[in-house]
């Protein structure tokens, strides 16, 4: 005859298989299968990489992106920033502006003895991103092709990951009252096109890079040139290569 | 048998408990969870959704061969058509039903070669006023290649 004890025991013993019975109900059904696509995950790692001494600061990528994804006018996916860091005994500080996110361009302001250049800045699309580590409801999340997407149906927009994001780079939409940010253009590069502000940009300062596919131009330009990532010392994983970036620029 | 009847209570408890698991469970989390990741897979689709705006040079050029032929010989040849000619894709799927506002020359040219203390010395810069006194820039260079046009040739 069974004891109490050893009912419990049995009982504990078979609660290993909650995991078993989940996956079970979890089962994947041809009812939420996705529409079939050609676009596979697993193929694409994707990166940018950014060249200072090409940017001219026209402001084309800004109003590319604004115009391609929707974005309300005085927030910004991508923006460029002007820095003027003054020769060597000088003040240490550079002197940065992006009047009205360089939508625009930029006006002329001359600065003496200082380094002038221009920085465009977007999403560095992070393999360890802070902003996925502090969403409460997971909303915001790190694909397998090494995107940091938002999921507009579950964010509550509490502004948590526009606090943690070390590079600024998430505004809270206007109207949808959820936070927005850059998504690489995924609806465009997952059909073989490059994002909106690689294609305005009349350089080449900017250059889509996909780091799983060993005939990209990306490996030839990561090894020759010295190239840095925003912030480093944060070890975000960021994944947009500055080349001849000043060590003024944070 | 009193014993057993413990059993059975108890085990009928720990039955409902888990069902009730299984059947929020169930409620609660949407399709497609964890398929990818920590996140619901049908957020990828939704994301790519997304009607695109600016249609890529690839597509401009299967139509416009002219244009991009002359593009190719010039200093623009880098330049994409629709850095220039803004997003098209409408015009681009329905070309004969949405056409294209020509862009102005003197706010077009002067967006990328206005002249910039900020901008890479080598690239080519010009003060506009003084350049071209509010003349269009067309008026002596070719917008598809911006060597002067032969009329005018100076």
Not at chain 1, 30 to 37: H, I, K, M
Not at chain 1, 213 to 229: C, S, T
Not at chain 2, 61 to 73: G, I, R
Request: aromatic share 8%; charged share 25%; hydrophobic share 35%.
């Amino acid at each position: 005859m069974t004891t109490r004890r050893e009912a419990i025991k049995t009982a504990a013993r078979l609660l290993v298989l909650t995991p078993a019975a989940v996956a079970y109900f979890e089962r994947p059904t041809s009812a939420d299968a996705p529409a079939e696509s050609k676009y596979d995950m697993a193929k694409h790692w994707w990166a940018m990489s950014i060249d200072i001494e090409k940017c001219i600061g026209c402001g084309n990528c800004v109003r590319g992106c604004a115009n391609e994804n929707a974005v309300p006018r005085g927030y910004f996916r991508t923006w460029v920033e002007r820095y003027q860091a003054p020769a060597y005994p000088d003040e240490d500080h550079p002197e940065v502006d992006s009047p009205d996110g360089a939508f625009n361009g930029f006006p002329e302001k001359k600065k003496d003895n200082a380094k002038s250049f221009f920085v465009p800045k977007l999403c560095n699309q992070c393999a360890h991103s802070p902003c996925v580590q502090v969403c409460p409801v997971g909303a915001t999340f790190e694909t397998p092709d090494g995107l940091v997407l938002v999921d507009q149906t579950y964010c509550l927009g509490c502004r948590y990951c526009v606090q943690a994001c070390p590079y600024g780079c998430r505004y809270i939409h206007p109207e949808k009252q959820t936070v927005d940010k850059c998504t690489f253009c995924y609806h465009r590069i997952s059909k073989g096109l490059v994002t909106a502000c690689v294609e305005v940009c009349p350089t080449g300062a900017r250059t889509l890079a996909d780091l799983k596919d060993p005939k990209d131009p990306i490996h030839a330009f990561l090894r020759d040139n010295p190239v840095q990532v925003l912030k480093p010392h944060m070890a975000t994983g960021a994944k947009v290569y500055y080349k001849s970036l000043d060590e003024s620029v944070r | 048998m009193k014993e057993a009847v413990h059993l059975v209570r108890l085990a009928a408890l720990f039955a409902a408990g888990f069902v009730a698991f299984l059947v929020i469970r169930q409620m609660v989390v949407p399709a497609g969870f964890g398929k990818y990741g920590h996140f619901r897979a049908g957020a990828l689709d939704d994301i790519r959704a997304r009607p695109i705006s600016y249609a890529g040079h690839g597509t401009c050029e299967a139509c416009h061969d002219d244009q991009h032929n002359v593009l190719a010989k010039g200093k623009h040849a880098q330049v994409s058509c629709e850095a220039c000619h803004g997003p098209q894709n409408r015009h681009a799927e329905e070309p004969d039903k949405v056409k294209p506002v020509l862009p102005d020359t003197r706010v077009l040219c002067a967006s990328c070669h206005e002249s910039n203390s900020a901008k890479p010395k080598k690239f080519p810069q010009v003060v506009a006023s003084d350049h071209s006194g509010g003349e269009p820039c067309k008026s002596c260079h070719v917008p598809h290649n911006p060597k002067l046009s032969t009329e005018k040739g100076q």
